[in-house]
């Protein structure tokens, strides 16, 4: 004969006779296993091999010629500065009235420039 959910008893949850260490909570549980991992060499192999890594990266970082992202010499960049220098005092040789974006023609009632 089968029995059905609703004709069993209710269920109670009880921890007489078990272990404290077996009834814990979830949060004590986690905290728990926290505990263990960083109180175990696990933490100091990962910084380890971490610390390794880096050091690694560093190395070749310094082993590797710097990238050099010009063309030309400091010379041939001084003297192109120094042209641009004297270029930017020109004077402008565009039409400085405003005019309509649309018809291009310059707006009525505005001083022309």
């Given amino acids: 004969m089968t029995t059905t959910l609703h004709e069993l008893p209710p269920l109670h949850v009880t921890t007489v006779g078990i272990p404290p ?5 979830p949060r004590e549980s986690h905290e728990r296993e926290r505990a263990l991992w960083w109180g175990s060499d696990r933490i100091a192999w990962l910084a380890s091999w971490l610390l390794l890594v880096l050091l690694g990266f560093v190395l070749v970082a310094i082993a590797l010629p710097a990238a050099s992202t010009s063309t030309t010499g400091a010379v041939a960049w001084s003297e192109q500065r120094a042209g641009e220098r004297a270029t930017t005092a020109a004077a402008t040789t565009y039409d400085t009235r405003l005019a309509s974006p649309f018809t291009g023609e310059a707006y009525a009632g505005l001083p022309r420039f």
């Fill in 21 to 25: 260490d077996e009834h814990i909570t």
